[in-house]
């Protein structure tokens, strides 16, 4: 069992490590199906105005959905405004 902030570090580090999604899930999901059971990672925004959940993208153990969306021009519109 690895201690609870080397894990919290060793994945912060993967997630902030770079600005392609893809390669941050993909590094991320890799520290973490080795830690706990994982089949599938996504990131997943949900959109007020349709009732609905969008995924830009999705990491899988056997496969890459690189369907990814332009965050910079879409993801503005479903962050509060501060």
């Known amino acids: 069992m690895v201690d609870k902030n080397v894990f919290l570090w060793e994945v912060t580090i993967r997630i902030c490590g770079s600005f392609q999604i893809i390669t941050v899930l993909g590094s ?6 080795h830690n706990i059971p994982l089949d ?12 609905a959940l969008r ?10 959905d ?3 969306y332009s965050l910079r021009r ?3 519109k ?4 501060l």
Do not use: G
């Open 40 to 51: 599938v990672l996504s990131l997943t925004i949900r959109d007020a105005n349709l009732a």
């Open 78 to 81: 479903f962050l509060p405004t």
């Open 66 to 68: 690189h369907t990814e």
């Open 28 to 33: 991320a999901f890799e520290y973490l199906r």
């Open 55 to 64: 995924r830009f993208t999705q990491v899988a153990a056997d496969k890459m």
């Open 74 to 76: 879409n993801i503005t």
